[in-house]
């Protein structure tokens, strides 16, 4: 009995540094798989704060221009300019979202944004736009020529630095957030032709008058977190009644503006067939708010259809094009 107690015993005394090693092995593949989770973690934080979804948009948008120019720019600088393009977008929203911490903090929908909630410093924020934004603007000059590059510099710094602030001062930040927002198919066009032409300036003219019905109908049903973060939408400022007003004109404008590219010989009929179809739509939804009893779902409504509405049409646009 003593002899296999004593076996037993330093059976026992043996395995106490294996444990040990085995604790500390598992702390420290607890420590590794942190150090690799961490910079995976900031670098989805950093994507988000650029917005993919409306980055990708957008980047379509300017391929639109790209396609409908007269021309060609070659495939490798047309990636380079899809590239710039997406850099400068990224730049811009990332940078957006360095100036809005306090209001998106006060916001349901932008709380749990990395700014706000604060799982991503402000300054690796402000640095990563400030970065891409340097990159973009060079690469659009090599890719296309200065002309595309000052369009998208112009784009930036009027996003960035009036957009922004003006939209808690004036709801004329809507009017004035369209004009950088209509300059990247404005910008493909002039990659290829050089110039912006009538047919650019049709295309800038389009996107200008889709975003004021698109992000109208967004500050309605949002209008509530408009009004905690302090941003002085329309419905915020002068009422839901005007806004749905404004709301209605600005999609009669639309349509109006939708069949320049018929009229500039830029398409043929089956454009203008889409055009009249989906514009009517789009109208018949917005005059449906003037009832007064659509409530913030019907706003939803006309929003998200104003997000198939500008990819349809731009497709046969591109398709039709002459």
């Not at 395995?15 to 961490?38: D, F, Q």
């Not at 006060?106 to 640095?127: I, K």
Request: hydrophobic letters at 55%.
């Amino acid at each position: 009995m003593s002899g296999f107690g004593g076996r037993w015993v330093l059976a026992i005394r043996s395995s106490v540094p294996r444990r040990r090693h085995e604790h500390a092995g598992a702390r420290l593949t607890s420590t590794a798989i942190a150090s690799i989770r961490a910079p995976v973690a900031a670098a989805r934080d950093l994507v988000e704060l650029a917005k993919p979804r409306l980055s990708l948009l957008v980047v379509f948008t300017a391929g639109c221009g790209l396609a409908l120019a007269p021309g060609s720019l070659g495939p490798v600088r047309a990636a380079l300019f899809i590239l710039g393009t997406a850099l400068l977008v990224a730049s811009a929203n990332t940078l957006n979202c360095w100036m809005e911490i306090e209001g998106d903090r006060r916001m349901a929908r932008t709380r749990a944004r990395p700014l706000p909630s604060g799982r991503l410093d402000p300054w690796v924020a402000f640095a990563f736009g400030a970065v891409l934004g340097l990159y973009a603007i060079p690469l659009l000059a090599i890719a296309a020529n200065p002309l595309t590059a000052l369009l998208g510099a112009i784009a930036h710094v009027v996003y960035v630095l009036v957009y922004t602030p003006l939209k808690r001062v004036s709801p004329l930040a809507l009017e004035v957030g369209a004009v950088p927002g209509a300059l990247p198919p404005l910008m493909g066009w002039t990659a290829v032709a050089g110039e912006p032409g009538l047919g650019g300036w049709v295309l800038f003219a389009v996107l200008f008058a889709w975003q004021l019905p698109h992000f109208l109908a967004a500050s309605l049903y949002l209008e509530d977190d408009y009004r905690r973060g302090g941003f002085r939408v329309l419905p915020v400022v002068k009422g839901e009644a005007s806004a749905r007003r404004h709301l209605l004109a600005y999609t009669v404008l639309l349509l109006a503006v939708s069949a320049a590219p018929f009229a500039t010989g830029m398409a043929g009929s089956r454009y203008a067939a889409a055009a009249a179809s989906l514009g009517a739509v789009f109208v018949a939804l917005a005059a449906a708010g003037l009832r007064g009893r659509c409530g913030r779902a019907w706003a939803r409504r006309v929003f998200l259809y104003s997000i198939l509405y500008l990819p349809a049409l731009a497709t046969v646009l591109v398709l039709d094009g002459r």
